[in-house]
Every structure is written in C-alpha cells, then in structure tokens.
Antibody, heavy 121, light 110 residues
Framework: EVQLVESGGGLVQPGGSLRLSCAAS????????MNWVRQAPGKGLEWLSYISTNGNTIYYSDSVKGRFTIARDSARSSLYLQMNSLRAEDTAVYFC??????????????WGQGTMVTVSS | QSVLTQPPSASGTPGQRVTMSCSGSNANIGTGLVNWYQQFPGTAPKLLIY???QRPSGVPDRFSGSKSGTSASLAISGLQSEDEADYYCAAWDDTLNGVVFGGGTKLTVL
C-alpha cells in the first residue's frame, strides 16, 4: 500500500524547534518530488515547501523561509522538516504530500495523515 | 487572505448539480494548471481533479473541472450526501515560486 506517515509533532514553546519526519512506503521514494503542507485549526491549506528528487531544488513559502528546512533521505525513504524559531502562528497540522506527474500535469496525489504541532507557552 | 479566491460556502440538494469557483491571476491560474482537493473533517486532503480537468483513477465522473482565463470551476453533478466536504483549488504561482491554495469552499448537502 502506498503510504506516507508523519511523526514528530507535539507541543513546543515559542522560539523552540521541532523536526518532523515523513516515512514513505509502497513506492520508490527516490523517484518522487515531495512537499510539506500545513493546516491551522479551522483554517485552509497552506503549502510550505518543495524538494526535488535529488534534493537540489528546494522552494519555501515566504511564511517559513529562513526558519524551516526541508530535507530528504532516499536511503531511508523519508522526508523531513526542521522547524526553528517557532511562533504561535505555526500551530497547525502538518502534512507531507507526494508530487504526482503525468503527461497532463502534476498534483499532490498521496498525503500523509498529518502530525499536529502546537506552539504555546 | 488566500492568493486564490473561493466562496466560503456552497450548497445543494441530492441529485442537483453544484459548481464552485476559484479565482486567481495571470501569475497562477492564468498561466498554469489547476488542481482540486476534497477534504473531510479530521482527514487528509484527497486529490479530486488535476491539470484543470483530469480525474485520478477512482474519482467518479460526477466530478469535473474547467478553467477559463484566470478562473477555474469544480462541478459536481448528481450531488450525494457523502460529497459534503471542504474543497480546495490550488495552482503554481510564478511570482511566489510556490503552490498557492484557495481558502476552501465548504459544501453542504441539504
């Protein structure tokens, strides 16, 4: 079964750090570009970051640029998000999502179940 | 404030056809492709439509998408109670160099 499973969420104080992981299974992880997307409580989806298959191309949203770092380890079939200088507004469910491509276009076709991050003192 | 604009709510009765819009700009929808995601409360989003009008395997043909200029639409025909969910549009934004989502439309089946 094709699956993404996030972990690493929890309660952290403002200014603190957290590292999220996303374990992939059921597909060849190294062949797929990956993303992080979050959703604050009661709010919509917000794309955060993208990483290419070899890790050489990375994009961030302005809201996390300079504070969050995306990385991947194909040997472990895992995606990571290092989150530093966390703020209350970073409180959200964090999803990893696989990029799917075909001749028509691309989209996020597989999503993890999400991991909750709460930033509060 | 989301880069893509969606009406916050939509509604319809079973069997009816409903549409929901997604408005953007030349930096995103106008020059790119639109994807639609369906999300039920407490669950991860699910890809519903990609590349404006393509349905992934397993998505019923009751769901269809279209794009014109800087706007896109999702249509659901033969509305069913299980279609009650939140629907998000998304596209790549050339100015922001990232994916942008709409604020989502909450669909209620009356």
């Amino acid at each position: 079964e094709v699956q993404l499973v996030e972990s690493g969420g929890g309660l952290v104080q403002p200014g603190g750090s957290l590292r999220l992981s996303c374990a992939a299974s059921g597909f060849t992880f190294s062949r797929y570009e990956m993303n992080w997307v979050r959703q604050a409580p009661g709010k919509g989806l917000e794309w955060l970051s993208y990483i290419s298959t070899n890790g050489n191309t990375i994009y961030y949203s302005d809201s996390v640029k300079g504070r969050f770092t995306i990385a991947r380890d194909s040997a472990r079939s895992s995606l990571y998000l290092q989150m530093n200088s966390l703020r209350a507004e970073d409180t959200a469910v964090y999803f990893c999502a696989r990029n799917f491509y075909d001749s028509s276009g691309d989209a996020f076709d597989i999503w993890g179940q999400g991991t909750m991050v709460t930033v509060s003192s | 404030q989301s880069v893509l604009t969606q009406p916050p709510s939509a509604s319809g009765t079973p069997g009816q056809r409903v549409t929901m819009s997604c408005s953007g700009s030349n930096a995103n929808i106008g020059t790119g492709l639109v994807n639609w995601y369906q999300q039920f409360p407490g669950t991860a989003p699910k890809l519903l439509i990609y590349a404006n009008n393509q349905r992934p395997s397993g998505v019923p043909d009751r769901f269809s998408g279209s794009k014109s200029g800087t706007s896109a639409s999702l249509a659901i025909s033969g509305l069913q109670s299980e279609d009650e969910a939140d629907y998000y549009c998304a596209a790549w934004d050339d100015t922001l160099n990232g994916v942008v989502f709409g604020g989502g439309t909450k669909l209620t089946v009356l």
